[in-house]
């Protein structure tokens, strides 16, 4: 019986050691999603179509902390990350920015005063990612949050292949 309650605690330990750390660093893009540390179950491929891959998933998956709610969806091609974004419709607080803000050192420039203002959007662009935040409140106070990363190079061949396909 002693035996079995160290080898449940180690479970649990291990289990949960592994559930609250958070590696954002290979959340990126141009990362391989298969290297991403989650159970499969989350990465199976949402549409298929040639290359192209879409993962959705509860961000509890990927790792425990201050910013359950938020869904996470991820866009590759050739199992290569070119879009992220994170979406917040569950919670107030503005945890996608929080996560723009800890984990990847994205500070959004925004206007003074927007604390009265239905739709608040901020964008910066790099060489090779966009960064984009947009913040909606409708009038019955629900809200809805969005930090994305974008590969603007992968996102618009993408987007051309898409329109090829269908002209054809």
Known sequence: MNLFIKIIFLYLFFFLSKAYSC??????????????????????????????????????????????????????????????????QISSEKKALSISINEYAINFNFEENNSEKKIIKSKLQSKNKHFNYTYLLNENDENLEIFEIIDPETNNLFRETLNIDEEQ
């Open 23 to 88: 590696n954002f660093n290979n959340l990126d893009i141009d990362k391989d999603i298969k290297k991403l540390e989650i159970d499969e179950i989350f990465l199976i491929n949402q549409n298929v179509y040639n290359d192209y891959g879409k993962y959705f998933f509860p961000i509890e998956a990927f790792c425990e902390n201050n910013y359950q709610g938020i869904i996470i969806d991820i866009d590759t091609f050739k199992d290569k990350i070119f879009k992220i974004s994170f979406i917040n």
